[in-house]
């Protein structure tokens, strides 16, 4: 199965922040990656698919970049509704995998 | 608008079994491949397993961790997307959600990931 590691486990930040997520697969996926966020108790929601196109109703301050086997998720201007985990997720292989996620905090 | 309304879950003995079930609406149900992912309790997420459209063939793929154990099945006259999960194991306790599949084909090569979400419903295994 193709493993992904997400970096860092843990962020810190402030409303206004920029915040880069790393997201490593242990091969080549192309392009085949997504990233969700999801809030306590709540289901994931879609952000960003094949790596940087945007999800339905997606904010613009969400954007995805990289490909082969390094991706990151930025949040240009953090707002306090994005306070969240982050997933990524490789579907180059039809055995999805997913990342640990990355949990956003107010610092 | 895509809603995806889980029910089923509960609390069961290991060695138990029990059926989740995902009413759709919202979209054409017979025309798309549906999936379950799980997550155990603060743990990240987990695919189960998908099913395709039957115009697509109406295969399964399911996850080593519960193949042979849990069948997902779908019912295009009831817009529901069910998991028979059979021998469950303490292991198995996780939050289950369904989900509607997006698909990419180009040049005979199909990609598929996980787009709407239910509300997810919690299992339970334990003695």
């Known amino acids: 199965d193709i493993q992904m590691t997400q970096s860092p486990s843990t962020l810190s930040a402030s409303v206004g922040d920029r915040v880069t997520i790393t997201c490593r697969a242990s091969q080549s996926i192309s392009s085949w990656l997504a990233w969700y966020q999801q809030k306590p108790g709540k289901a994931p929601k879609l952000l960003i698919y094949?790596?940087?196109s945007l999800g339905s109703g997606v904010p613009s301050r969400f954007s995805g970049s990289g490909s082969g086997t390094e991706f990151t998720l930025t949040i240009s201007s953090l707002q306090p509704d994005d306070f969240a985990t982050y997933f990524c997720q490789q579907y180059n292989s039809y055995l999805w995998t997913f990342g640990q996620g990355t949990k956003v905090e107010i610092k | 608008e895509v809603q995806l309304v889980q029910s089923g879950g509960g609390l069961v003995k290991p060695g138990g079994s029990l059926r989740l079930s995902c009413a759709a609406s919202g979209f054409t149900f017979s025309n798309a491949w549906m999936s379950w992912v799980r997550q155990a309790p603060g743990k990240g997420l987990e695919w189960v397993g998908r099913?395709?459209?039957?115009?697509?063939?109406?295969?399964?793929d399911s996850a080593a961790p519960v193949k042979g154990r849990f069948t997902i099945s779908r019912d295009d006259s009831k817009n529901t997307l069910y998991l028979q999960m059979n021998s469950l194991k303490t292991e198995d306790t996780a939050v289950y959600y369904c989900?509607?599949?997006?698909?990419?084909?180009?040049?005979?090569?199909?990609?598929?990931?996980?787009?709407?979400w239910g509300q997810g419903t919690l299992v339970t295994v334990s003695s």
């Open positions: 094949k790596a940087s």
């Open positions: 989900t509607t599949v997006k698909i990419y084909c180009n040049g005979g090569s199909c990609y598929s990931w996980p787009d709407s």
């Open positions: 099913v395709k459209s039957k115009t697509d063939g109406g295969a399964t």
